[in-house]
T-cell receptor, first 107, second 118 residues
Framework: GEDVEQSLFLSVREGDSSVINCTYT??????LYWYKQEPGAGLQLLTY?????DMKQDQRLTVLLNKKDKHLSLRIADTQTGDSAIYFC???????FGKGTRLSVIA | GAVVSQHPSWVICKSGTSVKIECRSL??????MFWYRQFPKQSLMLMAT?????????EQGVEKDKFLINHASLTLSTLTVTSAHPEDSSFYIC??????????????FGPGTRLTVL
């Protein structure tokens, strides 16, 4: 079945870049997504990428997609304390989520 | 932007009682709504997909008689946890897909409902 894997934790200093990685198994997914979840809250769509794209940039966010390796990454430039949250990678029209990466930003 | 609300945001109930959670799309019509369950420090697990006016489609392993889903209108879906037990304690999150737009199939998520069964 479909599976999405992420590393569970990432800690960075304020102002540095964060890179969160994800691998997935379903090569037929049309879109891949990054969601952000703050403590005790629902999910917020951060960005998405169409499967025929290699890269998408949206302000501080850069998504890289390597379809051959089924690898997706999210880079957050100039990471701020407000970026501390759990980041979920997801694929497919009925979303299959990874376990989430908890990003901690140290001031 | 599209807003999805859930009510209540948290609920504590006694074992054996039933609890209803509402999910509303506030500014759009949602032909499809999804119900997820999230355990502490875990991912979201899809429980069921609900289409307006028809029966919900449950994921494997989810008891349809225990988790009753009703999607009676284009703006409201409800999840009723029947005869709740402590193992049903979890964070329940709904999402909704706009009938018209979002070519990238975006789902808009509610803020979640934390259920604690004593």
């Amino acid at each position: 079945g479909e599976d999405v894997e992420q590393s569970l934790f990432l800690s960075v200093r304020e102002g540095d870049s964060s890179v969160i990685n994800c691998t997935y198994t379903d090569s037929s997914s049309t879109y891949l997504y990054w969601y952000k979840q703050e403590p005790g809250a629902g999910l917020q769509l951060l960005t998405y990428i169409f499967s025929n794209m290699d890269m998408k940039q949206d302000q501080r966010l850069t998504v890289l997609l390597n379809k051959k390796d089924k690898h997706l990454s999210l880079r957050i430039a100039d990471t701020q304390t407000g970026d501390s949250a759990i980041y979920f990678c997801a694929e497919g029209s009925t979303l299959v989520f990874g376990k989430g990466t908890r990003l901690s930003v140290i001031a | 932007g599209a807003v999805v609300s859930q009510h209540p945001s948290w609920v504590i109930c006694k074992s054996g009682t039933s609890v209803k959670i509402e999910c509303r799309s506030l500014d759009f019509q949602a032909t499809t709504m999804f119900w997820y369950r999230q355990f502490p420090k875990q991912s979201l697990m899809l429980m069921a997909t609900s289409n307006e006016g028809s029966k919900a489609t449950y994921e494997q392993g989810v008891e349809k008689d225990k988790f009753l889903i009703n999607h009676a209108s284009l703006t409201l879906s409800t999840l009723t946890v029947t005869s709740a037990h402590p193992e049903d304690s979890s964070f329940y999150i709904c999402s909704a897909r706009d009938r018209g737009l979002a070519p990238h199939n975006e789902q808009f998520f509610g803020p979640g409902t934390r259920l604690t069964v004593l």
